[in-house]
Nanobody
Framework: QVQLVESGGGLVQAGGSLRLSCAAS????????MGWYRQAPGKQRELAAA???????NYANSVKGRFTISRDNAKNTVNLQMNSLKPEDTGVYYC???????????WGQGTQVTVSS
């Protein structure tokens, strides 16, 4: 089992920054990729950013150049630095982890990000 605990959400003005963190515990040796998904009200959940155990990153086009995902293996955490935030970035952000064997998927509880105009 893998447990994910998120932190760092909140309210910020447009143009501001937030840093989300996700701490993993449990069978962390199984994790091969982690990511941040987000879901805005009335919209489909989307992958904002992901990172593999080897450090390869992937970003949604809407966040490229503004968001940076990183891992701190020593602390068993994954971070999402969000800069130049826009109102359309508002939503619930969920930490996600994929683990082996069996490609199991784990989710954090979600953290609210609200960007005001």
């Amino acid at each position: 089992q893998v447990q994910l605990v998120e932190s760092g959400g909140g309210l910020v003005q447009a143009g501001g920054s937030l840093r989300l963190s996700c701490a993993a515990s449990g069978s962390i040796f199984r994790i091969h990729a982690m990511g941040w998904y987000r879901q805005a009200p009335g919209k489909q959940r989307e992958l904002a950013a992901a990172i593999t155990s080897g450090g390869t990153t992937n970003y949604a086009n809407s966040v490229k150049g503004r968001f940076t995902i990183s891992r701190d293996n020593a602390k068993n955490t994954v971070n999402l630095q969000m800069n130049s935030l826009k109102p359309e970035d508002t939503g619930v952000y969920y930490c996600n982890a994929e683990a082996l064997p069996g490609r199991l998927t784990y989710w954090g509880q979600g953290t609210q990000v609200t960007v005001s105009s």
